[in-house]
């Protein structure tokens, strides 16, 4: 599998379309996946009914450029913002890869996370990416890194059991050949929950690399991997909201 992951990658690398010759100004990209079982099991939004399998399956939060020193740039153009029209061959796909859950809008606006994702880290990055490769790379991305399906060759699955932090960051280190960055949340019970995982690569978006630094610290030791989501939650949801 790793050798199809790095195949793939390469065929990646020649779809990157490039605005200059210069060097990137930052340092490396996050690329940031999120599981959204632990969106629902936190309550901190609306859970919206599942589109497609996105409610069992990771989902692609963004590519954001960053610095050593921890800091990133963000909102780099104000006068080349999101343009629907400039991906509108790929809206479908991002419609199913990328959806937005309750915890950026609620109800769910996929347009609002791509216009946001672009505009912040987007235009940061536009020696690399006009706006079409920049969401056709996180496609490509989404597509050859299966993350559920490594880690269920681990034996480790989204049955709200607990997995250590360093098994779930090793199964992906075996494919990848370094290890991620992984975030947690809380659920209702307060119990450290897999939430997000950040992979590291280099500042042209070609080679995966260690992470200088990783946002493990809100996580412990063992961590619960929530189910997905049920398609009927976002009544439940709203049901609980409106009764606060």
Same mark, same amino acid.
């Given at each position: 599998m ?11 690398? $020649?779809?990157v #379309? =490039?605005?200059?010759q +210069? ?7 996050? *690329?940031?996946t ?14 919206p ?12 939060h963004?590519l ?19 343009? $629907?029209?400039? #991906? =509108?061959?790929?809206? +479908? ?7 937005e *859950? ?5 109800p769910?606006?996929?347009t ?12 940061c ?25 490594i ?30 960055g ?9 119990k450290k929950q ?16 260690e ?16 189910k997905s ?8 949801s ?7």
């Amino acid at each position: 599998m790793r050798r199809n992951i790095i195949v793939s990658f390469l065929i990646l690398q $020649i779809l990157v #379309v =490039s605005s200059s010759q +210069s060097a990137p100004g930052f340092d490396f990209f996050y *690329w940031v996946t999120y599981w959204p079982g632990a969106i629902c099991t936190s309550q901190r939004g609306c859970c919206p009914p599942a589109k497609g399998n996105t409610a069992s399956d990771f989902v692609i939060h963004g590519l954001w450029p960053q610095f050593n020193n921890g800091t990133w740039p963000a909102f780099c153009d104000q006068t080349n913002l999101f343009d $629907i029209s400039k #991906v =509108s061959d790929i809206v +479908s796909r991002m419609e199913k890869k990328w959806t937005e *859950w309750g915890v950026w809008a609620c109800p769910s606006n996929e347009t609002k996370l791509w216009e946001h994702e672009w505009n912040k880290h987007g235009t940061c990055v536009q020696s690399l990416f006009d706006q079409h490769s920049y969401f056709h790379t996180n496609l490509k991305l989404r597509q050859n890194l299966d993350l559920l399906n490594i880690f269920k060759q681990k034996g480790i699955k989204p049955d709200d059991g607990y997995y250590g932090l360093e098994e779930i960051k090793n199964a992906i280190k075996g494919e990848l050949g370094f290890a991620p960055g992984i975030q947690c949340d809380v659920d209702v019970e307060g119990k450290k929950q897999l939430f997000q995982i950040y992979i590291c690569l280099d500042n042209y978006a070609k080679e995966f690399v260690e992470c200088p630094y990783v946002p493990d610290r809100s996580c412990g030791s063992k961590i619960k991997f929530p189910k997905s989501p049920k398609k009927d939650y976002l009544a439940e949801s709203l049901s609980v909201m409106a009764s606060i």
